[in-house]
Structures are given as structure tokens and as C-alpha cells.
């Protein structure tokens, strides 16, 4: 190799180390727009109805580009209810961070109109149809009453949610899903009742929660249901609870955002 062959290469590699740290600082900088896309979009405060105790957690992945839609809301509906959401966007990158923003603002608009879950999700589901957009999201929606504890939910291929009971019962919403919004036309979101006792919790997630690599769905879940099950018989706060909840999505191995909400009903302390 001649000298001049030498300095060829070595330009060479300069140059592709270069690009390489152009792409670099491109895909990080995507990655840090859609994790602030995610935190503001999401709710800065929650609703605080006398009876209801409501605690949040959410970690968005790291890995990677792998940056989701993961999304939790609450707010307050005419008649005194309260509207409760969970949901998860297809896709890890910016665009699903921006898409979640829409389905996120679009279920708040359109509960305005109506605060039923099957019919808001149904709503919600032929807003994004006709907006055009190749992705789609998860959701589960429930409006609580208060005064009652009575609780109406829907659910749009949405992570099934874990209840709890101070009496020492707890386990798995068994309510038929929809499909995901975003996919078919005209499609309808059964609802199913519930009821929200003295002490009791329902705790809401997204699958980063609950299902990875070291995780199957199924056992995760049940890891969800004994840990709200244990909160409720002991009295522990909302908080204590979505704290606990949120550790053990470090333990199933995901690269998926993951997303907490609880609900509690007049607990003690």
C-alpha cells in the first residue's frame, strides 16, 4: 500500500465515522423529542373527587429507538363522574408519540358529547378511521361514579385491568373486548359494570407492564393481581401501590413503555 493509498483510507474512515455520528446524534434527538412529546401530552394533574384516590406511574422505554404511545388520563364528566383511560399507541417512534396526543385529545373532545364507554370508544374509533393514519392504539375507558362507586367500562384491545376488594377478593376484569380503535369501521365496544368498594382498588396498565421477553402475559398479570390484592387487605395507599406496580415492569425484560393507573375508593389513611 502506498502512502498515498493510506491517506485515501484514512479519509475515508473519517468520513464514515462521521455519518455514523450524524446518524447517531439524529436518532437521539428523535428519541428525545418523542419522550417529551410523551410527558407533555400527558396530564399534568389529576382530578381529586372526595372518595376516589387516584396514583400514576409511567416510564417510557429507553432502548433503543424503541420510544411508544403509551398514555393514562383522568378527568371530571358532567353529573359529577369521572372519566379514567388507559391506552397504547402501535409503533415505537415519533409518529406513535404524535398519534397518541390525537387519540388522547380526541377522547377528551368527544366525551363531551357522550360519557358512555362503548359509544365514546365507537366514536373515537371512526374519528381515527377518518383521519387516514396507518396506526392504531389499545385503549380501556371507564367513567366512575363516586358517590356510588359504580363504574361502567370499555375496552378497545386494551390490557385486561386488575380489581381488588378490601374483603381480600381480587382478579382479572373478564369483560369482552372490542377491536383496537383505528382498524374497522363501525365497530362496537361492549360494557361492562363493575363496582368500586370502600377500600378497594382497580388498577389500569398498558403490556409493558405485564408481558416481555422474561414475562408471559398470564403471570404477569397474576404478579399485578396479588400485589393489589395485598394493598387492599392491608390499607396501603394508592401511591404505595403503583409504586410497587411499576418495579416489577423492570423485571419482565420489556423495551416497551409502560404505564400505571390506579384507582382507589375511600381507603384507609
Same mark, same amino acid.
Request: net charge negative; hydrophobic share 40%; glycine share 12%.
Given at each position: 500500500?502506498?502512502?498515498?493509498?493510506?491517506?485515501?483510507?484514512?479519509?475515508?474512515?473519517?468520513?464514515?465515522?462521521?455519518?455514523?455520528?450524524?446518524?447517531?446524534?439524529?436518532? %437521539?434527538?428523535?428519541?428525545?423529542?418523542?419522550?417529551?412529546?410523551?410527558?407533555?401530552?400527558? /396530564?399534568?394533574?389529576?382530578?381529586?373527587?372526595?372518595?376516589? %384516590?387516584?396514583?400514576? !406511574?409511567?416510564?417510557?422505554?429507553?432502548?433503543?429507538? @424503541?420510544?411508544?404511545?403509551?398514555?393514562?388520563?383522568? =378527568?371530571?364528566? /358532567?353529573?359529577?363522574?369521572? +372519566?379514567?383511560?388507559?391506552?397504547?399507541?402501535?409503533? *415505537? @417512534?415519533?409518529?406513535?408519540? +404524535? =398519534?397518541?396526543?390525537?387519540? !388522547? $385529545?380526541?377522547?377528551?373532545?368527544?366525551?363531551?358529547?357522550?360519557?358512555? /364507554?362503548?359509544?365514546?370508544?365507537?366514536?373515537? @374509533?371512526?374519528?381515527?378511521?377518518?383521519?387516514?393514519?396507518?396506526?392504531?392504539?389499545?385503549?380501556?375507558?371507564? !367513567?366512575?361514579?363516586?358517590?356510588?362507586? $359504580?363504574?361502567?367500562?370499555? %375496552?378497545?384491545?386494551?390490557?385486561? =385491568?386488575?380489581?381488588?376488594?378490601?374483603?381480600? !377478593?381480587?382478579?382479572?376484569?373478564?369483560?369482552?373486548?372490542?377491536?383496537?380503535?383505528?382498524?374497522?369501521?363501525?365497530?362496537?365496544?361492549?360494557?361492562?359494570? *363493575?363496582?368500586?368498594?370502600?377500600?378497594? $382498588? =382497580?388498577?389500569?396498565?398498558?403490556?409493558?407492564?405485564?408481558?416481555?421477553?422474561?414475562? /408471559?402475559?398470564?403471570?404477569?398479570?397474576?404478579?399485578?393481581?396479588?400485589?393489589?390484592?395485598?394493598?387492599?387487605?392491608?390499607?396501603?395507599?394508592? #401511591?404505595?401501590?403503583?409504586?410497587?406496580?411499576? #418495579?416489577?415492569?423492570?423485571?419482565?425484560? *420489556? #423495551?416497551?413503555? +409502560?404505564?400505571?393507573?390506579?384507582?382507589? *375508593?375511600?381507603?384507609?389513611?
Amino acid at each position: 500500500m502506498t502512502t498515498d493509498d493510506g491517506d485515501e483510507l484514512l479519509a475515508r474512515l473519517r468520513s464514515l465515522t462521521a455519518q455514523a455520528r450524524e446518524r447517531a446524534e439524529v436518532q %437521539r434527538s428523535q428519541v428525545e423529542l418523542a419522550i417529551a412529546l410523551q410527558r407533555e401530552m400527558l /396530564p399534568s394533574d389529576l382530578p381529586h373527587p372526595p372518595g376516589v %384516590r387516584l396514583a400514576v !406511574r409511567y416510564e417510557p422505554a429507553c432502548y433503543g429507538l @424503541n420510544v411508544g404511545g403509551d398514555w393514562y388520563d383522568a =378527568f371530571p364528566l /358532567p353529573g359529577g363522574r369521572l +372519566a379514567l383511560c388507559i391506552g397504547d399507541v402501535q409503533g *415505537h @417512534n415519533i409518529e406513535a408519540a +404524535a =398519534f397518541m396526543g390525537q387519540v !388522547r $385529545v380526541g377522547l377528551r373532545a368527544l366525551a363531551s358529547v357522550t360519557g358512555d /364507554p362503548g359509544e365514546l370508544l365507537a366514536r373515537t @374509533n371512526d374519528l381515527l378511521i377518518s383521519l387516514g393514519s396507518d396506526l392504531f392504539a389499545t385503549c380501556t375507558f371507564l !367513567r366512575l361514579d363516586p358517590a356510588t362507586g $359504580v363504574l361502567e367500562s370499555a %375496552r378497545a384491545g386494551h390490557t385486561p =385491568f386488575v380489581w381488588a376488594a378490601a374483603d381480600g !377478593r381480587s382478579g382479572i376484569a373478564e369483560d369482552e373486548p372490542g377491536p383496537p380503535l383505528g382498524i374497522q369501521p363501525g365497530a362496537e365496544y361492549p360494557v361492562s359494570h *363493575h363496582r368500586l368498594t370502600s377500600g378497594g $382498588v =382497580f388498577v389500569l396498565l398498558t403490556d409493558g407492564v405485564v408481558e416481555g421477553p422474561a414475562l /408471559p402475559l398470564d403471570e404477569g398479570l397474576s404478579q399485578v393481581v396479588r400485589l393489589a390484592g395485598i394493598a387492599a387487605v392491608a390499607g396501603l395507599g394508592t #401511591e404505595s401501590l403503583a409504586a410497587a406496580v411499576i #418495579e416489577g415492569a423492570t423485571r419482565v425484560g *420489556h #423495551e416497551d413503555d +409502560a404505564a400505571v393507573l390506579v384507582v382507589g *375508593h375511600d381507603e384507609p389513611g
